[in-house]
């Protein structure tokens, strides 16, 4: 079992910058890949970036592409979402979420962090 604790939304301007944090309790952290996932509303959930369990593995959706960077500190159970250059566009809810080795799918999933970016 996994628990996932997003932080570090707000509201921000256009052109600026916030960093998510996700907490992770367990000491099975590093043995899962991490997803960073938003929802607007009235859209549905999208994908913003994913790292592997070591960290040497990053993907991100064209969107963050060159504006988010996600990284991990597997000692502090933590992954992080650097967001700059935002716009108002990247406003939603932000949920991290734990993908196990060999899973296709995303079996643990936080609460989410409210991320507005005003224009």
């Known amino acids: 079992q996994v628990q996932l604790v997003e932080s570090g939304g707000g509201l921000v301007q256009a052109g600026g910058s916030l960093r998510l944090s996700c907490a992770a309790s367990?000491?099975?952290?590093?043995?899962?890949?991490m997803g960073w996932f938003r929802q607007a509303p009235g859209k549905e959930r999208e994908f913003v970036a994913v790292?592997?369990?070591?960290?040497?593995?990053?993907y991100y959706a064209d969107s963050v592409k060159g504006r988010f960077t996600i990284s991990r500190d597997n000692a502090k159970n933590t992954v992080y979402l650097q967001m700059n250059s935002l716009k108002p566009e990247d406003t939603a809810v932000y949920y991290c979420?734990?993908?196990?080795?060999?899973?296709?799918?995303?079996?643990?999933w936080g609460q989410g962090t409210q991320v507005t970016v005003s224009s």
């Open positions: 790292i592997s369990w070591s960290g040497g593995t990053t």
């Open positions: 367990g000491r099975t952290f590093s043995s899962y890949a």
């Open positions: 979420a734990a993908q196990a080795k060999g899973s296709s799918r995303y079996e643990y």
